[in-house]
């Protein structure tokens, strides 16, 4: 998987399938966890999840490759939880995740302002505050079981430069099951995460 913090890259053309969801579904945490969207690669892979970013299913996956095309499928990265460092106003949690109980934390889809489709491409734009928001979009390299995540920081127009440089970490759930299965936590079975400059490798 390939990450691209603040990338600019040309928009999707328009086309039929372009469709917008307002906040009075993206901050309704049971409409957000109802609604799903998925992306695929041409393989039998996939990129699919809840509109808020929870996965409730066992189906539900940032990275679902098919190794034997277009069969086999495994979840090798569940999602990705994003938490912003704003100045002067604290940590804010974008991501959200449902429990057993029905607990959800942290309640990430209280800044989703909007989810749209652009042509094939699921756009989640978060309202950080009045003059800034952080989109990201998700798609998947054709016939290649890759996932592709941006991220775009943009200021409302006319307020200038930011003041002081906001942090961004990102924070991924890896794992490698079948997707008709499930799993639970294991004290015996550590990822090994290396550090190559501008990329990770990540090993089970």
């Known amino acids: 998987m390939t990450i691209q913090p603040e990338v600019e890259t040309n928009r999707p053309t328009a086309n039929a399938w372009n469709l917008s969801v307002g906040p009075d579904i993206c901050r309704d945490v049971q ?3 109802d609604h799903e969207w998925s992306v695929t690669n041409g393989l039998g892979g996939y990129a699919a999840g809840s509109l808020v970013g929870a996965t409730t299913r066992s189906y539900h996956g940032l990275l679902v490759a098919a190794l034997r095309p277009p069969v086999e499928r495994d979840v090798l990265i569940t999602k990705i939880d994003e938490t912003i460092e704003l100045p002067g106003k604290g940590i804010l949690k974008l991501g959200v995740n449902e429990y057993r109980d029905g607990t959800i934390d942290p309640q990430g889809y209280s800044y989703l302002d909007t989810f749209s489709l652009e042509a094939d491409v699921p756009c989640f734009c978060y309202r950080l505050d009045e003059n800034m928001t952080l989109e990201k ?11 592709y995540v941006q991220y775009v920081l943009s200021a409302a127009p006319g307020k200038g ?4 440089p906001l942090t961004l970490t990102l924070t991924p759930y890896c794992l490698y099951r079948n997707y008709h299965s499930t799993t639970r936590g294991d004290a015996n079975w550590h990822f090994l995460g290396e550090d190559e400059g501008n990329r990770c490798r990540i090993r089970a």
């Open 137 to 147: 979009r998700v798609w998947m390299e054709y016939a290649q079981n890759t996932t």
């Open 161 to 164: 430069e930011r003041d002081a």
């Open 31 to 33: 409409a957000g966890l």
